[in-house]
């Protein structure tokens, strides 16, 4: 089950919130008891078993577009 982040607007405690993906608009109260919260964005790192590029492919080679060279 996906684990969502909020903090609350009244105290400032920051809390984390098991809940389903249809769930995840719903308004959460803090552990202190405050309904003023916000849910947080969070950033996922998904990282492969191969230590290239998702799906064990290579990682690109430096140089070419998306190597670097190019400034995309």
Do not use: I, W
Request: net charge positive.
């Amino acid at each position: 089950m996906p684990r969502y982040e909020f903090r609350c607007r009244a105290c400032g405690d920051t809390f984390e919130v098991n809940r389903s993906m249809a769930a995840a608009g719903e308004p959460a109260n803090c552990p202190q008891g405050h309904a003023d919260t916000v849910k947080l964005l969070s950033a996922v790192a998904v990282t492969g078993r191969g230590g290239g590029a998702a799906g064990g492919a290579p990682a690109p080679a430096a140089g070419g577009c998306c190597g670097g060279a190019c400034g995309c």
